[in-house]
Structure formats: structure tokens, C-alpha cells
């Protein structure tokens, strides 16, 4: 998982500006860019990082988990949960929050997951395709 080496092995590769403050996603093995980025109402923000066509060498936990929560000050809340996949690597390709503050998230192998928004948490799965 991203974010767990010391600060002398910490490059950075990824930032999401939350309010005023950009936000430096560090020691990633991979240099993917942010897909989307949802602001929460409490100043947190949801952020997606674009796995499809990433590198054989990327760990899975990376390329299948790649939904993060961060809070206001840029920290980790959570990594969403492992998808129950088709396929061995099945990165998350879109997300969204519905109207019910229920959060939706799409995997490249058709399944619609939902994700609990407060631990990352998956709630329930449906095949789409």
C-alpha cells in the first residue's frame, strides 16, 4: 500500500488539492495520475488513481485498491476494499456518490461495488455486464 515508507524513500508522485492546500500522494511504486476527485461536505476528499494500462510491476493492493479518503489535513482515512473480482487485476475505473451518501464504485471486470463511506468498507456487489 501506498504511504508506509520511511521519509528518506517517500518521492512523490501524486497530489489533489484539498481546500487551499495541495495535497502530495508519496511512495507509490507507480507515477499513475488522479482520475477523479470528489470533495466531501466535511472539507474530505475521495480520490481515484488511474490503474488501467498500469504496469505489470505495480503491487495488486495498488492497482485493485485504488480508491483512497483523505481527511483535511492530506492523511489516509481509508483504501477501499479489495474488489471480489472477475479477474486477478481489476482496478476501479470510476466512483460516485449517489444521492442516499451511498458511495458506488465500478471495477474494470463490470461489477458495481458499494462502499461503506466511513471505513472503505465493501457493502454489497452486483455484475453489471
Known sequence: ????????ERPIHHTAVLGDSEILFENCSNNRPIQIKIPLQNGEMLVLIDML??????????????????????????????????????????????????LKAYCWDGCEYEVDLTTGGIIGRMFLK
Open 53 to 102: 494500462g498500469a504496469p505489470k510491476d505495480i503491487p495488486l493492493a495498488e492497482v485493485n485498491q485504488n480508491v483512497y479518503r483523505l481527511n483535511q489535513e492530506g492523511d489516509v482515512v481509508w483504501q477501499i476494499g479489495k474488489p471480489d473480482g472477475i479477474y486477478l487485476r481489476t482496478p476501479y475505473t470510476n466512483i460516485h456518490i449517489e444521492s442516499n451518501e451511498r
Open 1 to 8: 500500500m501506498c504511504f508506509e515508507a520511511s521519509p528518506a
